[in-house]
């Protein structure tokens, strides 16, 4: 098969940006292109030597617009779409009023699947090309879910939610039969394709300690999956928690009483952390992903970013959907931006553009496959339209410097911006397909 080769302006991250003018954190190029050869990218760079490399190739043109690496969200969840825009409620009630509810439909393998096509449409429609996802208790959530995202050759991760109390007999399952339901569906799809999975006891309050025994055998069994959790996101939450595990020395104890600690681990919200969680945490190699749609939605907090990573806990950030109210990691790094501000701390556009890229690639280890436009990473592709409203197009008059650029982007963009998509090399957009 011969190169694809998509031209625009490239941008894709070789480290973290320290600042706005960081400039040896990125490789961008004004006239820039992609190769791509049996939907792996094949070359980078100018647009001039990647022509000459490959003198047969098909070229697309995205000029003006900007090519980037796809976006990755590491923490949302399947089975709340119809969740989104749920009235009035913190996040106990706000589980037991709407989503538990709505949870309970996905017994159902027909609306499994109606709601799996619904979810990959909409990722991708705001340029999301790998997700992080929890699926419902049921098996078939699971199925539905790894196998819409095969027949359209996304990488994404996923599990079963593992829960066995503190939610309506319907959504509750049993420590064996977790175990057993989950181990089936490692066997059946982690690896398979692009497909990775996700060890997923939902959080400690809906799991009993036998059933965290049998995550810690999953994980055990299976160190190449990732383990997916909710942790200190709410303060009634935590109170709870701490009932419940009464030998716990804080939330995340809990956890680590079961060696659920480490570096394929994915603790979502890390809002309420204490010093010894911190430095467990940075021990492990864990990582906390923020989720600043959802915890400004639920009135959870403020995730405390530079005080984590300088603890030295790895980061990554996150929707939440349907907690979260955007599947846009554009909206999500403008709430981001936010959250600092309330804290202080200032979240450079350079560095909001990384962490949903490369960042978030390397939160999950996958930096060698996803994240950059790198010869040999997976084509999955992002194009975007810095001129996509007429506000936008009004305010780009103004702006002087690609970071400037970012960040009206990020602060005025959604899926309107989203010029173009890419998975495995093949366009993919829901109504951009060409
Ligand atoms: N904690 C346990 N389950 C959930 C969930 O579905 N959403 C959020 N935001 N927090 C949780
Ligand atoms: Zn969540």
Not at 6 to 29: N, V
Not at 400 to 418: H, N, P
Request: negative net charge; proline residues 3%.
């Amino acid at each position: 098969m011969s190169a694809t080769l998509l031209r625009g302006r490239t941008l894709s991250f070789r480290d973290m940006p320290g600042s706005h003018d960081d400039h040896a954190s990125y490789l961008y190029e004004e006239d820039g292109a992609v190769a791509i050869k049996d939907g792996i990218i094949a070359a980078s760079g100018s647009y001039d030597e990647v022509r000459a490399q490959f003198a047969d190739a098909e070229v697309v043109d995205h000029r003006p617009h900007l090519v980037l690496p796809g976006f990755i969200d590491t923490h949302l969840h399947f089975p709340q779409a119809q969740v989104i825009g749920s009235f009035g409620t913190k996040l106990l009630d706000w589980l037991n009023t709407y989503t538990f509810v709505e949870e309970q439909k996905f017994a159902d393998p027909e609306h499994c699947e109606r709601m799996a096509t619904h979810f990959f449409d909409n990722l991708l429609r705001n340029g999301t090309t790998t997700a992080v996802a929890y699926c419902s208790v049921h098996k078939a959530s699971a199925e539905a879910f790894f196998s819409e995202a095969e027949r359209r050759k996304l990488r994404m991760i996923g599990g079963k939610v593992m829960m066995d109390r503190n939610a309506p007999d319907a959504l509750c399952d049993t420590p064996q039969s977790a175990y057993d339901d989950s181990k089936d569906l490692i066997e059946r799809w982690h690896g398979k394709g692009r497909a990775l999975y996700a060890i997923s006891p939902r959080f400690a309050i809906t799991s009993t300690p036998t059933q965290l025994e049998m995550a810690q055998a999953l994980t055990a069994e299976y160190p190449e999956c990732y383990m997916q959790t909710h942790l200190s996101e709410n303060q009634a939450e935590i109170d709870l928690t701490l009932d419940l595990y009464q030998s716990a020395r804080d939330y995340l104890d809990v956890y680590e009483m079961y060696g659920l600690l480490g570096d394929k681990s994915l603790f979502g919200h890390c809002l309420h952390l204490g010093g010894r969680e911190r430095a467990a945490m940075a021990e492990t190699g864990s990582v906390a992903v923020f989720c600043p749609t959802s915890n400004l939605f639920l009135g959870s907090g403020l995730f405390d970013e530079d005080g984590l990573r300088g603890h030295g806990v790895r980061t990554a950030i996150a929707t939440d959907i349907g907690g979260g109210t955007s599947y846009s990691m554009l909206k999500t790094l403008d709430e981001a931006y936010k959250v600092l501000q309330l804290k202080n701390q200032v979240l450079n556009p350079l560095k909001s553009f990384c962490m949903m890229t490369l960042g978030n690639a390397r939160a999950l280890q996958l930096e060698d496959k996803i994240g950059t436009l790198e010869a040999g990473s997976e084509a999955d592709l992002v194009v975007l339209d810095s001129h996509a409203t007429p506000a936008m197009a009004l305010r780009m008059e103004t702006v002087r410097s690609l970071a400037e650029e970012l960040f009206v982007l990020q602060t005025m963009a959604d899926d309107r911006a989203i010029a173009g998509v890419y998975t495995a090399g093949r366009a993919c957009h829901p109504e951009l397909r060409s």
